[in-house]
């Protein structure tokens, strides 16, 4: 990576995060790292062949790194103070509008001083991307951190098409109307000409959120804003269009690294590390309590109780991504996972033989394509997910044809990977019952399911993803004068 001078580009990307992160050893050495996450997984793979820019944070508090370039693709780090990093990224995102945007799973915290945050910093990204914007560019705004930008921007750059794509999921009114900011909200996003969306029901969330606290037309997939006479942000009329753009994978780039012989022999290493049981099952997800993790845990413990499984035949792999860590509800939620697994272990492992490997860290592409090998069958719970990328990664490393998914109702995956072991996580027998059907059932039917799943996948990916996001986003209404290919 080498450190260059500003200097304007046909397409932005605005995201919370960049696709590193800084961080900072003890002795001062300096390394950048994936940042954790779905976004940056799809998103990296569609921008690192493109001559474009990155707007996003370096993931520590202070100043900003000077921009620099990762191929053809121009890093421009967004500086966050410390206080921005508590108020807006851990207070407001994640901690206001996360946990009201996946079913009020755990209680969303409403503070003014957050909000003024989440203002001040959707601000900072807007200066940003206004400055590296080309005249007539194309930006893509992303996820829930930035729901302001696109009328900010639009103020600033009405000469730019801006569009807005939501990676989790977009809340029913009823529950969007708890939010004292929701109009504002609203009129923040409406300054994109497309917005787009995990599921046709979050899209139609949106539409629905409109008329009812804007009191706009929504005619089919088009909002249309009379705008208000206050002076405030995104008080000019407007016209949008939202829908459904489900998000994928690398397929055929995934399913190369998992094939490749050095995955294979890592896949080999680790079953026989894990004492060659018959039947591994997997879970992998960010530490986070939409995942469904508790509930997954439940329903290990009840079958080994049951005498259903036990080790060393069957075992249970955890690998737990830290996230969040300085959010309250997130300390406790690990310490819940770990007090359980203490328990189960404590239970049912015996010398040699471990009922729940439980994995706290994050690893290299290599080995979560050699994990996803080894997994007989994966478990995918979440009690909400705007998609669930790690779905998707699972049935296209087990090309081999081997392994069974477990996937929740509710996440957006489930709309379409329709041949996979559906779940209800909230009904704890429903799902022992399922978890065992993936194991037993017969193989022949189970390599069926996987075929049909790796099919669904290799056709929508994420290069098709970008593609009908960036068609949908030129072909919305509202176009400016000046519009530049990209
Ligand atoms: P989210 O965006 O909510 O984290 P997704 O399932 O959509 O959930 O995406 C998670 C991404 O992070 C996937 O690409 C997955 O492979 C990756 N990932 C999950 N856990 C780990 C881990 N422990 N180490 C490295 N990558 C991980
Ligand atoms: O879309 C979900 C999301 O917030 C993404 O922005 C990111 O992929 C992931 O979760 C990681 O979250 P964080 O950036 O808070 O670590």
Redo the contacts with the bound molecule.
């Keep these: 990576m080498v450190s260059s001078a500003a200097r304007t580009f046909d397409l932005v990307i605005a ?3 960049l696709p590193v992160d800084r961080s900072v050893s003890p002795d001062g050495t300096v390394t950048w790292r994936t ?6 997984t799809a998103m990296e793979s569609v921008m690192h062949e493109r001559e474009a820019a990155w707007v996003g944070w370096a993931g520590f508090p202070g100043e900003a790194p000077d921009p620099f370039d990762d191929g053809l693709l121009r890093l421009h780090p967004v500086g966050l103070t410390a206080e921005d990093v508590t108020d807006f990224y851990e207070g407001f995102s ?1 901690d206001t509008l996360w946990p009201l945007y996946h079913d009020v799973i755990v209680p969303p915290t409403y503070h003014r001083s957050w909000w003024h945050a989440y203002r001040r910093v959707n601000e900072k990204f807007t200066d940003a991307v206004a400055e590296v914007a080309a005249e007539g560019a194309t930006v893509w705004v992303h ?1 829930y ?1 930035l729901q302001l930008v696109p009328a900010m921007l639009r103020d600033r750059r009405p000469d730019l098409r801006i569009g807005w794509f939501n ?2 999921p977009f809340p029913p009114v009823e529950l969007f109307a708890q939010l004292p900011w929701r109009a504002m909200l609203l009129r923040g996003l409406l300054g994109a000409d497309f917005l787009g969306f995990q599921r046709p029901d979050d899209a139609r969330n949106f539409l629905r959120g409109c008329r009812s606290v804007l009191g706009a037309s929504v005619k089919g997939d088009v909002v249309t804003w009379q705008g208000a006479d206050d002076g405030r942000l995104g008080a000019g009329p407007r016209v949008a269009r939202a829908g459904s753009v489900p998000i994928s994978i690398d397929a055929e780039g995934f399913r190369k690294l998992a094939d490749s012989p050095g995955v294979r022999a890592r896949a080999t290493e680790i079953r026989a590390s894990l004492g060659d049981p018959e039947v591994v099952l997997l879970g992998v997800d ?1 530490l986070d309590y939409t995942k469904g993790i508790r509930h997954r845990l439940r329903a290990i413990e009840e079958l080994l109780a049951d005498g259903e499984i036990a080790p060393p035949q069957v075992t249970f792999v955890q690998v737990a991504t830290p ?2 860590e300085r959010v309250e509800a997130y300390r406790t939620l690990r310490e819940q996972i770990e007090a359980t697994v203490g328990r189960i272990n404590g239970d049912f492992s015996h010398l040699g033989d471990t009922a729940v490997h439980y994995l706290h860290q994050s690893y290299g592409r290599e080995e979560m394509a050699a994990l996803f090998k080894v997994a007989d069958v994966m478990l995918v719970t979440p009690l909400r997910d ?1 998609m669930n990328l790690v779905a998707k990664e699972y049935v296209t490393a087990r090309h081999d044809g081997g392994g069974a998914l477990v996937l929740s109702e509710f996440t957006g995956a489930a709309e379409e990977m329709r041949s996979a072991y559906l779940c209800n996580p909230h009904d704890i027998a429903g799902l022992k019952e399922t978890i065992l059907r993936a194991i037993r059932d017969d193989p022949a039917l189970k390599r069926r399911r996987m075929a049909s799943l790796r099919r669904r996948v290799r056709r929508h990916d994420v290069q098709t993803w970008a593609e009908a996001f960036l068609t949908a986003l030129d072909a919305a209404p509202g176009k400016p004068a000046v519009r530049k290919e990209v």
Excluded: K, M
């Design positions: 995201a919370n995060r940042s954790p996450g779905g976004l940056v994640n996820d951190q990676h989790i960010r996230s969040r705007g």
